[in-house]
């Protein structure tokens, strides 16, 4: 968890220096996450390297918040914005009026409901439900109970994990029952519910953290029922997380966490600069394979999403019920790279 306390004071700023190239704008969503603390970390060293100037804000998961940090932006007259909207639905006002003036928008993370962006960059986040599914869907043999610790259903991101892992439990592992648990990307809520499942249900061999703001709650709460052991030990329960930060890729070597999908945090805050800075320039893409080991999709019309590699990763780097993963120590892992 070392790398939160360098990045959390970029995040309160508001300018950057990018080398006098166009001005952009990115809003963080949060910072109180290993996850989205790196991405703060990432972006302006990628402002750098593209030669574009940052304006940054941070909404702090607050809708609301974004739509007053756009109006900054605009009056900054910023030539384009990257934001990353937990509420996916409530952004389409300020999207409206970001078009209306004529700015590009880059959603990074998440997509919006409706409202015109000119890319989105995210990984397959229905990949992700259906990785840690068929991982523990493979541990467990089939069979038993899992938690599966739910994000934010108004976010297109907890919907598409939630939609996915459940598909992909029903289709292919009948023998095994899912309990749904709604924690807003609250990780203290995530504990509490984690706990009363425990409590009622002493059989549960597996958890699916949609994303690692759950990790150390859940971890807390598994070592004060005794059952923070080993893989080798029956009462092990079987953890997939979700982000691949370096306290899950820790975790996993130390066989508490069975494993986690890479979220690719430095390539979201690289490719939402770098389509931004095509969009200033005039460019347009369409569908197809990327130069970077990903595939633009059109989602809808008018709308298109890169979406980024983003692996499974585990202890031994084995393949579970079809589904490669790379080993947790593999130099290729953002989360590696910070170590």
Known sequence: MGIVLAVVL???????SGGGGPVVGVDYPRSDTDFWNSYIKYTPESAKELGLELKTTNSQNDVAKLAANVQTFISQG?????????????????????????????????RPDSGDVFMVVRADNRAYGEKACRFLGAKLAGKGKVVMLQG????????????????????NYPGITVLGEATNWDGAVAAQKLQTDLTANPDIKGVYMQSSFALSGTLQVLKQKDLLVGPSDPKHV???SNDGIPEELKNIADGHVDATVSQPADLYAKYALQYLKAAINGESFKPGK??????????????????????????????????????????????????
């Open 10 to 16: 970029s995040a309160c700023g508001t300018s950057g």
């Open 78 to 110: 910023v030539k384009g914005v990257a934001m990353a909207p937990q509420d996916t639905a409530a952004i389409a006002p300020a999207l409206e009026q970001l078009a209306a003036k004529k700015i590009p928008v880059v959603t990074v993370d998440t």
């Open 152 to 171: 934010d259903l108004a976010s297109i991101n907890g919907r598409d994990r939630t939609e996915a892992f459940n598909d992909c439990m029903k289709a």
């Open 238 to 240: 079987f953890i997939v």
């Open 290 to 339: 990327t130069d970077h080991d990903s595939t633009i999709v059109q989602v809808r019309d008018g709308l298109l999403e890169d979406q980024l590699s983003a692996p499974l990763v585990t202890a031994d780097g084995g393949t579970f019920d079809g589904v490669p993963s790379l080993k947790h120590d593999d130099k290729s892992l953002w989360g590696n790279k910070l170590q």
